[in-house]
Nanobody
Framework: VQLQASGGGLVQAGGSLRLSCAASGRTFSRYAMGWFRQAPGKEREFVSAISWSGGSTRYADSVKGRFTISRDNAKNTVYLQMNSLKPEDTAVYYC?????????????????WGQGTQVTVSS
């Protein structure tokens, strides 16, 4: 599975962005998908994850209530709708694929990674 993230950009605090992660390959629907982010000088951190069916979702406490993850298996795409953005949300955002959600918050649990898309939130 190859992953291509897009949708990042520059937005003012309080604004919204929707990230997309397009996957190649017919096995996309078998994978749980996650979003991580990494700010300069910081470790990669978990943001959100979704099961292969879309029936289960997980969120980091820092984004709960502001971000929504979803997927469209017919389009081989997973989305991250980000609302009420804050300057501390500024980071490179990565999508990733894993076999299941058992260790959804751990980067090493994921087998496939996209190239990342920059999100910058100005104050």
């Amino acid at each position: 599975v190859q992953l291509q993230a897009s949708g990042g950009g520059l937005v003012q605090a309080g604004g919204s962005l929707r990230l997309s992660c397009a996957a190649s390959g017919r096995t996309f629907s078998r994978y749980a998908m996650g979003w991580f982010r990494q700010a300069p000088g910081k470790e990669r951190e978990f943001v959100s994850a979704i099961s292969w069916s879309g029936g289960s979702t997980r969120y980091a406490d820092s984004v709960k209530g502001r971000f929504t993850i979803s997927r469209d298996n017919a389009k081989n795409t997973v989305y991250l709708q980000m609302n009420s953005l804050k300057p501390e949300d500024t980071a490179v955002y990565y999508c990733a694929g894993a076999g299941d959600l058992s260790e959804y918050g751990t980067p090493r649990h994921y087998d496939y990674w996209g190239q990342g898309t920059q999100v910058t939130v100005s104050s």
